[in-house]
């Protein structure tokens, strides 16, 4: 993407951190050979909390009404993040079985967190954290995780993808999404990792 001039921003879900901090989670799903590589590639890719899309502020889980953005929320983080990554980790809300009223901007709980508890100042936030099965424009708080699967691996969302052009958001279909050939490309060509076999 680089090569062909196109800007790419990897924002930071709940599930790099404990590959960026060094401590792996019970959901972390590569084997131990690879836990220090991904969490090195996720610094190398300059993985980001958020960023500002015009109106729109773009995070994994979103921002509620207990959580302001800071502003290294939208620089690539360093290995000096590490304290604050850890913080964002740990903070999750009552709604997923934590101590906090609301998730950090990792964490959030699209339903029981977010759409009732939005930040007064973001609200039109674009997020991706909590399943969903098609991307609704009807709201102003937008959820587009539709690349999820259950546990037998079958999809729960459509596949689409959302398009942001000059302020116009448009739901672009992506039918066969989920596919084995699909997965083993982008495992293989992008990231370089043997899942099968750890």
């Not at 913080?87 to 959030?108: C, D, K």
């Not at 100042?121 to 954290?129: A, T």
Request: proline residues 6%; charged residues 25%; aromatic residues 14%.
């Amino acid at each position: 993407m680089q090569e062909q001039k196109i800007e790419v921003i990897f924002l930071l879900g709940n599930h790099d951190i404990p590959y960026m901090v060094g401590k792996p989670s019970y959901y972390s799903l590569v084997g131990r050979k690879n836990q220090e590589k991904v969490g090195e590639l996720l610094f190398r890719l300059g993985t980001q909390v958020a960023f500002q899309l015009d109106d729109y502020l773009l995070s994994h889980a979103g921002y509620t009404k207990d959580y302001t953005p800071e502003g290294w929320h939208f620089e690539k983080t360093q290995f000096t993040s590490i304290p604050e990554l850890e913080l964002l980790e740990f903070q999750v809300g009552f709604s997923r079985g934590g101590q906090m009223n609301t998730g950090s901007p990792v964490w959030a709980d699209f339903t029981r967190d977010l759409k009732k508890n939005y930040h007064p100042d973001f609200p039109k936030q674009i997020v991706g954290h909590t399943p969903v099965r098609e991307i609704d424009l009807r709201d102003e708080v937008i959820d587009i995780d539709v690349f999820s699967l259950v546990s037998d691996y079958r999809p729960i969302g459509d596949g689409a993808l959302l398009l942001y052009d000059e302020g116009e958001l448009t739901v672009l279909p992506f039918p066969n999404w989920c596919s084995i050939d699909t997965f083993e490309k982008t495992v293989d060509r992008f990231l370089g990792l043997d899942f099968g076999k750890n």
